[in-house]
C-alpha cells in the first residue's frame, strides 16, 4: 500500500505498526527514528526497520507515508525539523492519544502538498520500547481518525484502508469529540489507577508487603494500568487538560454519591449503582473489546508478544 514508510518512533506502538505492516506485506520499506542509540539498535536487529536514523529528517525523505509515534511532548520540535524534508503527496499521520493538541502542534509546520491527517490506535499495552510491540495489537480495536477540515478525502481513504489492514475498524471523529471521549475511556481511568496506588504506597499503618500479598483483592488491575510509561501519560494529561477536567468533575460527583451512600448505609443506592456498571463490562464483553476471562484476556496479549518478539 506504501512504498516507504518512516515511522517516527520505535517503541511500543510503532514496534507494533510494523509488525502488523509486515504480516500482510502493506510497505515496500520500512525506515524509522528513534531518540536512543539502544532503541535504534534493538529494532534493527528485531528487524522492525530497514535504516535507523538518529534524526528524524533522514528517516522521513523519499517516505509516501511517515507515521508520528513519539510521545505528544516532542510532536512540535520533531514536526519543525521534518517538516523540509516531507515529500509531495506524503501522507503525514500520528498516533497520539489527543488529538486536538496533535492538531496544534503539527498543523501549522506541515507543508503544502503534504497531508496531514491524525489517528489515534484505541490500543495498548503498559508495556513500552521496540520489544514490546506485536502484530496483533490493532486487530479488532477501533482506531480513530480525526482529519481536519479541507482534509483531502482520497488521503484520508487511503489511511483508512491501511488502518483496517492493520486489523483495526476505524472511525472518522472531530478532534474535540475525540479527546472528550478518550478523556473518560482512557485518561481519567489512568489517573484513578495511578492515584490508588500511590495512595497505597502512602499507607502508614498498611505495610508495604501487606500491600503487595493482598493485592489480589483488586488493587492488582489497577498497579497494572498504573505502570504505563510515565513521559506518555505526563503529556496525555498536559494536553487534554480541560477534557479531563471536565471528566474529573462528573467523577467526583459520582464518587461524592457513593461517599453519601456508605455514610448512611444506603445499600440499595449502592446494590443499583453496581448492577448498572456491571452492565457496561457485560457490553464491552459482547463488542468483543475484551474476553469474559478473569485475567482480563492479558495472558492472550502476553503469549501474543511473546511470540512476536521472537520473530526476525
Ligand atoms: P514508547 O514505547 O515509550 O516509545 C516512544 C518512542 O518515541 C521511542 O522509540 C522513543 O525513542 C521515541 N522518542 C521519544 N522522544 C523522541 C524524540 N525527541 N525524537 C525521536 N524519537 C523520540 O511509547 P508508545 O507507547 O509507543 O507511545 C507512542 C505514542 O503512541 C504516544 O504519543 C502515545 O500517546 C500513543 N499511544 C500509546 C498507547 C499505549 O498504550 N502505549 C496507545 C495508543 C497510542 P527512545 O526509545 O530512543 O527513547
Not at 67 to 73: H, K, R
Not at 118 to 143: K, M, Q, V, Y
Not at 209 to 220: H, L, P
Amino acid at each position: 500500500m506504501f512504498q516507504r514508510v518512516a515511522l517516527i518512533g520505535i517503541g511500543l506502538i510503532g514496534s507494533s505498526i510494523s509488525h502488523a505492516l509486515r504480516r500482510r506485506g502493506l510497505a515496500g520499506s520500512i525506515v524509522g527514528s528513534a531518540k536512543s542509540e539502544a532503541t535504534r539498535a534493538t529494532a534493527l536487529r528485531l528487524g522492525l526497520v530497514e535504516r535507523a536514523y538518529a534524526s528524524p529528517a533522514d528517516a522521513v525523505e523519499g517516505a509516501d507515508l511517515v507515521v508520528l509515534c513519539v510521545p505528544l511532548g516532542v510532536y512540535g520540535e520533531i514536526v519543525r525539523e521534518i517538516a523540509p524534508h516531507l515529500a509531495p503527496g506524503a501522507i503525514l499521520t500520528d498516533v497520539g492519544s489527543v488529538k486536538g493538541a496533535a492538531i496544534r502542534d503539527v498543523a501549522p509546520h506541515v507543508p503544502p502538498g503534504v497531508h496531514f491527517i491524525p489517528g489515534h490506535p484505541i490500543a495498548g499495552t503498559e508495556h513500552s520500547g521496540p520489544e514490546a510491540g506485536f502484530a496483533e495489537l490493532f486487530d479488532n480495536r477501533w482506531c480513530v481518525l480525526t482529519p481536519p477540515e479541507g482534509a483531502d478525502p482520497r488521503a484520508v481513504a487511503r489511511l483508512q484502508r491501511l488502518w483496517q489492514a492493520l486489523g483495526s475498524n476505524v472511525e472518522l471523529m472531530g478532534a474535540e469529540h475525540h479527546d472528550l471521549v478518550l478523556a473518560i475511556t482512557s485518561h481519567v481511568p489512568h489517573l484513578i489507577a495511578y492515584n490508588i496506588v500511590n495512595t497505597a504506597a502512602h499507607l502508614e499503618r498498611v505495610t508495604d508487603s501487606e500491600v503487595i500479598k493482598f493485592s489480589a483483592g483488586g488493587f492488582r488491575d489497577f498497579t497494572r494500568i498504573a505502570s504505563s510509561d510515565p513521559t506518555m501519560w505526563r503529556d496525555v494529561f498536559l494536553n487534554n487538560k480541560e477534557a479531563v477536567l471536565e471528566m474529573l468533575g462528573r467523577f467526583s460527583e459520582d464518587l461524592t454519591a457513593l461517599q453519601r451512600a456508605i455514610r448512611y448505609g444506603d445499600g440499595r443506592t449502592l446494590f443499583e449503582l453496581f448492577s448498572a456498571a456491571r452492565t457496561v463490562r457485560r457490553g464491552i464483553i459482547q463488542a468483543g473489546q475484551d474476553t469474559a476471562a478473569p485475567d482480563f484476556g492479558r495472558q492472550q496479549a502476553k503469549a501474543s508478544a511473546a511470540e512476536s518478539s521472537t520473530q526476525p
